[in-house]
């Protein structure tokens, strides 16, 4: 789903390297809300804006040779819109951004995001673009941190690096990923082999530069905050489950921990209901 112009061509990007890899159609959806007080297929919208969001498809089905469906729906609830559309396309994966920030009460990432993680059975990968771009201006996607849990979103997560590592702005140059895992001090064994294994299997899948870091403290947040700093990572991919998103803030959420207190890009990945 694409909503803000500014954040529109990345996210289609992210979208069309996973299509490819995948061997997905993309379809870009673009909802427009109305008033309930208001029947959508009666109400007259202005449809402009969203046909120059859907028009940059073609540059992305030239680039990435990729089928691509555009379309949009006029709808009192976004949420609702973007359900139906998962129900009827059979879609497989949802991508969609968030601005890292909710002023929701109630609500850990905001209404729309809240709900696709909750109802939505496909996969689940939610951007929040770096809030400080490169000196071009562009996104960068050159160095990646991916925190590691041993769960099957971290798994899910692993498994769409590759694709996303095809968005590195200079291809003469490798990628540089980094595996971490974050024990507490109370924990007497620290996953070293778990790490061991993602970075065999990530070494025989791409051409980037991948190194694992084992780290020990009281916040995984903090830890992950302060090792994005240190490596000047362009982006974090972060596994997440369907409950631990939606646990209550107060109760401490990891994952919206990092992209609030990150500037950098952060990808959240949850499988889906399967």
């Known amino acids: 789903t694409i909503a803000n112009p500014k954040t529109a061509m990345p996210l289609m990007q992210m979208a069309a390297a996973i299509a490819q890899a995948q061997r997905y159609e993309l379809e870009c959806l673009q909802v427009i809300s109305v008033s309930r007080l208001r029947s959508p297929a009666e109400t007259d919208v202005s449809t402009v804006m969203s046909r120059k969001l859907l028009k940059l498809t073609n540059k992305l089905r030239q680039q990435w040779d990729i089928p691509i469906h ?18 009827e396309r059979r879609i497989d994966l949802l991508l969609m951004g968030w601005n890292g920030v909710n002023h929701t009460p109630g609500r850990v ?9 909750r109802q939505a059975t ?22 990646w941190l991916l925190p590691m849990a041993g769960g099957p979103n971290s798994r899910h997560a692993l498994r769409l690096l590759p694709a996303f590592l095809k968005l590195a702005d200079h291809p003469a140059v490798r990628p540089q990923v980094r595996l971490c895992y974050v024990s507490s001090p109370q924990e007497t064994e620290v996953k070293v082999i778990l790490l061991e294994e993602a970075v065999l299997a990530l070494k025989n899948r791409v051409s980037a530069s991948v190194e694992a870091t084992a780290l020990c403290s009281t916040s995984v947040p903090d830890a992950i905050v302060d090792l994005a700093e240190k490596d000047q990572c362009d982006v974090i991919i972060l596994g997440a489950t369907r409950e631990g998103l939606l646990q209550q803030v107060m109760k401490g959420n990891i994952p919206e921990a990092i992209a609030r207190q990150c500037n950098c890009t952060v990808i959240l990945v949850r499988g889906s209901q399967d």
Do not use: N, W, Y
């Open 109 to 117: 990432f905001g209404s729309v995001v809240d709900t696709m993680i």
């Open 122 to 143: 496909c996969d689940v990968v939610l951007v929040k673009m770096a809030t400080q771009p490169s000196t071009s201006g562009d996104m960068s996607f050159d160095r």
């Open 70 to 87: 555009t379309q949009i729906r006029v709808s009192h609830d976004i949420s609702h819109a973007i359900l139906e559309t998962l129900e």
